[in-house]
Structure formats: C-alpha cells, structure tokens
C-alpha cells in the first residue's frame, strides 16, 4: 500500500507536484496517468525516496521509503531502463543487486529466466535493445519479492508480445495480492492493465477512481440518429440546444440523450431508423479531463 | 513466486550487513571490463616509466665520472629511481580519475538511482565504495610499486649500486608510494560524489592531484603551507630521505597526517554528500 499525502515538490521556482494526496491499494493494477511532464516521474521518485518532498507525506506500507536499510524486499522498481550501466552483463547487474539487499544468487537465475533474459545473462547491458532493457529492469524489480511494484512506463520499446506478456505479469502480481503501480501517458495502454486509475496533470490530482468510473466521465456522450427527415429533426435538435452535424440522413447529437431524441421525434411523428449512444473511449476522457494540464502542447493552442 | 494469496504479504528480511554492501561493490567494480582495462594500462605505464629511467642510468654508466658514481648511493638516486616523480604524477593523475569514476559512472548513467532505490541507507553506500576503492588500490598501489622496486633495483644492482628494502628510507619510498594510489582514487570519488559530473570532475581530479601541487611553491609561507596540504607534495617529503634545507621545512609526520587526513576526509566528504541531496 502506498499513501501519498498533500505531497508537494518544488525545484527552485518550478512546482513539479503540488498537494498530491491519493492511496495506492493492494490487490490490484493501479495505473498512473498524465501526460508528459505531469510529474509521474517526480511522484515516483518521491515515493522511492529518491527526492526530498518539499512539503507532505509518502509512506509504502506504514514507513517512508527511505527508512529501510534495504529496500529491494520492501519495493520493487523500474524508473528508467537506461539506468544501468552498460558496461555489465544482465547477470552480473543483478547479481550485485541481489549481494548488496543479501538475496541469494540463485534468485538471479531465477528472475532472468521469469523475463526471458536467460539467454543473454552473459551479455554486456550495452547491446540491449530497449526492450531488453525493460525486461531488465522488470526482473530486477522481481528480485526481492516485494510486495509493492513501481514501474514508470514500462511498455516503452516492447514489441505486442512483450506488451501482453508484461499485462499478464502485473496482472498475476496483483493477484497475488501485490500492490502494483504502473506509470503511463497512454491511456490506451491502461485501458487493458489497470483496475484503478490516479490521473494527474500539471503535478495536480484530477481524478483518483476505478477505471469504469473514470470512463463513465466522458462527458461528450455523442447520439447518432438516422432518419429521412434529417433537416427538419436537426433543426428541432437544434432548438432543444444540442449541437447537430449532419450527414446525409445521419445525424451526429451531442447535448441531448438518445430519450429525449426518441421523444422529440414522437412528438413530431418523425420516423428514426437508427438510434445509437456512443460513448467517449478512455482516450477521450483522458484527452478531455487533461487537456488543461497538458504542458507541452503542439500548435497554437495555448 | 512464494507469495501468499490472501491477505497483507508478509515481507521476512534478514538483517542489514555492511559486508553486502562492500561485496555488491566489489562485484560492480570487476564486472566492468573498463576497470581491468584503466588499471592494468596505468600500472603498465607506471612500471615502464620507473624501468626505462633505471635502464637510462645502466645505460650511461660509464659516460659517469667516479665521483657521480661513488655518490650515486650516497645521495638517494636508486630510491629516486625506484619510483620516479614522473610515475608518480601519472600513477596519482589516472588514480584520482579511476576514483571518481567508481561514482560518476553511476552518475552519468542513471545507475545511482537503481542503486539507492535497491538500498535506500545511502551513506552505506557510500562508505562501501569508500571501503573497496580503498582496498583495491591500495593493493593496486603495493603492486606496482612492488613491481617497480624490484626490477629497478635489480637493473642498478647490476651496475652494483641498487639498494634493497632494508636500506635507510627504502620502505618509507615504498609505502608512501603504496599508499599514494588510494589517497588520490579516495580524493577523486569525493569529488566525483560532490560533482556529478563527469568532464568537471576530470578537471577538479586533476587540479587537486596533480596541478595545484606543482604549481604551489615552498616560496612564501602561506604558499607553502597550502602546497604541504596536497597528497603529491606529501608523497615528494617521503620519498625524499635527505630533504635540502629550506625555509619552510617540514616532517615526514606532518606528510604522513596530511595523507591521513585526506583519506578521512575525503571518505567523510563521500558519504555526507549523497544524504540530503536528491537523487
């Protein structure tokens, strides 16, 4: 469990993450949503006690991170891939890894293996493609056995196999009763890992729910309506105050539900042929809910 | 997996030892092919600069007048040569740089995260890299200056004028020599943890090491005592077994303290540094 409270981190006169306060549960894939330079990275490295918070709390089950001697059976990390030196093998990387929390050697093989780096455990790190690379740190995060897993996007340079082999992995930490906390700027890459989601932007929370909840909040609900009298509907719409586009006999609705659509049309013995709410996708919500906090947009919208 | 399903998992850890710390550093120092490299090629040029100087001294032996000969022992010239000022000032230069490296390697990669994030107690660390540099320089040291004795000596004792360890200042030649190696990698990896980063750290090494303590003359009083300060000139007052007189003449005690309170401090300086900076 990790329990993030009013955090907040300053670099000189930046804010990176402002009064954060959330609580990462065990049981499950809790993803961590935002775009880029949202302070994912920051908050992660808050938790590892990597960085000082410059003001508030982050404990992982009860302490702050910090406090352990050891941390490798306490939290399991991947922050970056690259943050290995490339000089070594992937055996030797984990094995000094492994001596310095005092997890026997045979735990390496074992983790290589978990990967699918068994093969080039003798390896120097430096001729790793970036997925290796993630297997990597997977299975150096793996190593202690911990009960809490901090991966900071993770998917990154796997290939579609590697991507659904990585689900499956978090998908089985979980169940295992493991509390698991994947960081991500794709929405659609959590879509099909996480249970829960904590969305932030601009080092601010903005939502903190289960993944049906979050997508419930796609506000843009569109109704498509088919009919014949497709101008003489879509000025009633209109006058109702919904936006219309038009197609030929299809109209795209938004503002109004498709109930009341089917009640305007019976008033008015208009006949429907078609009648179909579209939900905004995840994507959407998550486009819509941060598009605000987005730091670096493209184009003139700012 | 050995996890249990229901309910909080029990995490069952064995007591924290320093001894892991000093052996996962170990392990990240011989697993990197570039150490065994760095040191093997500083330890080659250190013993050959020692060799060919001994070799120039057989070689020109008879172009000596009887005089130079005879006085040849008397003045202190095979122990000169058993480790000359050159090899030195290489040895120190690649050894502060070899230091820094243990740290600024983690640095320049991102590998000090993974490091502290699999061992958040820092300073222990630290002191464990301060540990195995330690170690393994000095015998690093104790190797080529061993080598270097051995074989300058027998090239002047075949000119019948090398001296062995037994003779007056030799093992102070040797020793400080030794230790030379482990006082400058400890001052590199103080700076290196303070730096960061890895061109200023080269800079600072070699300005620390090398630079100031050539430049810095025994001329004034504050000058002197700033340049009897540095480890190099420490080295120079030991290995000199008759000091001329000059104006501001010190003791191999005051030489021996000033490389032991680099070696402290530099060690203190490692391991504070990394405790309230973020990582």
């Known amino acids: 469990m990790i329990e993030v409270s009013g955090l907040t981190k300053r670099y000189g006169g930046t804010t990176a993450v402002k009064d954060l306060t959330f609580t990462v549960r065990p049981g499950q894939v809790t993803g961590f949503l935002g775009p880029n330079g949202a302070g994912k990275s920051t908050t992660l490295r808050l938790i590892l006690g990597l960085h000082e918070p410059t003001g508030g709390t982050v404990t992982v089950d009860g302490r702050p991170f910090r406090d352990r001697p050891r941390g490798l059976r306490h939290v399991g990390s991947l922050l970056d891939a690259h943050d290995v030196h490339g000089g070594r093998t992937a055996a030797a990387h984990l094995f000094a890894l492994a001596r310095s929390n005092r997890i026997p050697r045979s735990r390496v093989g074992e983790v290589l293996r978990e990967v699918g780096l068994a093969e080039v455990a003798r390896r120097r790190i430096g001729g790793f493609s970036l997925g290796m690379k993630q297997r990597l740190g997977i299975a150096a995060a793996l190593l202690g056995d911990p009960p809490v897993l901090l991966f900071d996007e993770p998917l990154n340079g796997l290939d579609p196999g590697g991507v659904k082999w990585v689900r499956d992995l978090f998908r089985r930490l979980a169940d295992e009763g493991r509390t698991v906390f994947v960081s991500s700027h794709l929405m659609s890459e959590m879509e099909h890992t996480a249970d829960q989601l904590i969305v932030i932007g601009r080092g601010e929370l903005i939502a903190a729910e289960s993944l049906a909840e979050f997508s419930a909040r796609g506000t843009r609900q569109n109704v498509t309506v088919g009919t014949p009298a497709a101008v003489v509907l879509a000025d009633l719409l209109t006058a109702e105050g919904a936006a219309v586009r038009a197609e030929g006999e299809l109209l795209t609705v938004t503002g109004l539900t498709a109930a009341r659509i089917g009640e305007i049309a019976l008033e008015h013995r208009i006949p429907l042929r078609h009648l179909d709410t579209r939900s905004a996708s995840l994507e959407e919500a998550f486009m819509e809910l941060t598009a605000d906090s987005a730091q670096y947009l493209a184009g003139g919208s700012r | ?279």
């Open chain 2, 1 to 279: 997996m050995t996890a249990q399903l229901a309910g909080e998992l029990r995490v069952t850890e064995p007591r924290a030892r320093f001894r892991d710390l000093a052996a996962a550093e170990w392990i990240k120092l011989r697993s990197l092919r570039s150490t065994w490299i760095a040191y093997g090629v500083t330890a080659l040029t250190v013993i050959a600069i020692n060799v060919g100087t001994a070799y120039d001294t057989y070689n020109h032996w008879r172009e000596q007048g009887a005089a130079d000969r005879a006085a040849f022992v008397r003045d202190g010239i095979p122990l000169q040569e058993a480790f000359t000022i050159n090899a030195a000032a290489i040895m120190a230069l690649a050894l502060g740089v070899l230091g820094a490296l243990m740290i600024i390697g983690e640095y320049a990669t991102g590998g000090i995260r993974t490091t502290f994030a699999a061992v958040p107690a820092r300073r222990s660390v630290m002191a464990a890299k301060a540990v195995v540099l330690t170690v393994f320089t000095t015998v690093f040291g104790a190797f080529v200056v061993g080598i270097s004795f051995g074989l300058t000596q027998a090239i002047l004792g075949s000119r019948g004028v090398g001296v062995s360890i037994g003779h007056p200042g030799a093992l102070r030649v040797v020793l400080a020599s030794t230790l030379l190696a482990p006082v400058c990698a400890l001052a590199g990896l103080a700076l290196g943890t303070v730096i960061r980063q890895t061109a200023p750290t080269m800079v600072a090494s070699a300005l620390v090491v090398i630079v100031l303590p050539t430049i810095i003359t025994d001329g004034r009083h504050w000058s002197a005592v700033v340049g009897h300060a540095l480890p190099f000139q420490a080295w120079l007052r030991l290995v000199t077994v008759d000091p001329a007189p000059t104006r501001f003449p010190w003791t191999t005690g005051g030489a021996w303290t000033v490389y032991a309170v680099w070696t402290l401090a530099a060690a203190a300086l490692a391991i504070i540094a990394v405790h309230r900076r973020d990582q």
